[in-house]
């Protein structure tokens, strides 16, 4: 019976087994390759401090890849509602509930924007990412001015300061922590809710899902608005992180938030993911700038083994679903 168990095990989560082997690997050859800094914690609390920032979209995002769509908009989203919230935060004088709700509001109206876009209107969601991509980092840039903002007045030391990005005892950054609850939550959704169970009916087969009474548009309509409620919900984390807005805050969050997805074993082509699995492709890809380096190589081979990793990962489901058909 337990041997039968054990294989039942194995053979349904084969795919989060294998990266967590991978990862297992990844941080024994940096242990291995870099003592000096893998046996100490500063390098572990550096990465539960800068993890989190594009984890959160990660994971929100592998809702909308399973759908068999993507969402290339997320970096400006959280640009856009980074800069709401300062806005909000130093005009109503550190209030911190008007402006996380107007933050997120817009956070979701932007993802709402994407989903009618590609379901009723029948724009492919590359295309229509990629426009809204530009649109909200425009309207940042007009809005702005090319100036920042600054919170630090009316952010540093409070309570709402301490509850997203202070430390717990002094060692466990709160965002992980953050990051870690909200990931046990969406993996619950993903796994047992009704919609959990309609992402994958529609990301596998589009038309036996309207039979079977599913309304599709609602269903992605749905996960790109929590894509843009959470992309807010990472800006305001990089807030409180930095007391500080740029312009061009957000920018550097698309390759690194997809290659998580990717390698974290969420099939582009939809209908098959996993929330673990983008959890330890967070843990992969976050580590790799620093493992990199740690390890004597020069920083410019991050991008290009990022892309090696997403190319694999892409082409491995390609030539699975070619096995399968």
Known sequence: MNNFLNSYFIKTHRLEISITIIAVVLFLIYFLGAPHVFTRFPIYRAFMQSMPFFGIIAISATFVVTLGEIDLSFPSIVGITSLTFGMVLTATDGNFFIAFALATALGMFAGLINGLLVTKIGIPSIVATIGTLFFWRG???????????????????????????????????????????????????????????????????????????????????????????????????????????????????????????????????????????????????????????????????????????????????????????
């Open 139 to 325: 309207l940042v840039n007009v809005i702005s001015q090319g100036s920042g903002v600054a919170i630090v007045d009316v952010a540093d030391g409070t309570w709402h300061h301490t509850l997203f990005v202070e430390k717990l005892f002094n060692k466990i950054p709160a965002q992980f922590i953050w990051f870690i609850v909200l990931t046990g939550l969406m993996q619950w959704v993903y796994r047992y809710h009704k919609f959990g169970n309609h992402i994958h009916f529609v990301g596998d087969n589009k038309a036996s899902s309207q039979m079977m009474g599913i309304n599709v548009d609602n269903v992605k309509i749905i996960a790109f608005v929590q894509l843009g409620f959470f992309s807010a919900f990472a800006g305001i984390f990089t807030m409180y992180e930095m007391l500080y807005f740029w312009p061009t805050q957000g920018s550097g969050l698309m390759l690194t938030t997809l290659a998580a997805v990717f390698v974290g074993g969420t099939s582009v082509f939809g209908g098959k993911g996993t929330i673990f699995g983008t959890f330890i492709g967070v843990l992969i890809i976050g580590s790799l700038e620093s493992g990199i380096v740690a390890l004597g190589l020069s920083g410019f081979y991050v991008q290009f083994i990022n892309g090696l990793m997403i190319t694999s990962a892409v082409t491995i489901y390609a030539l699975i679903q070619r096995k399968k058909t």
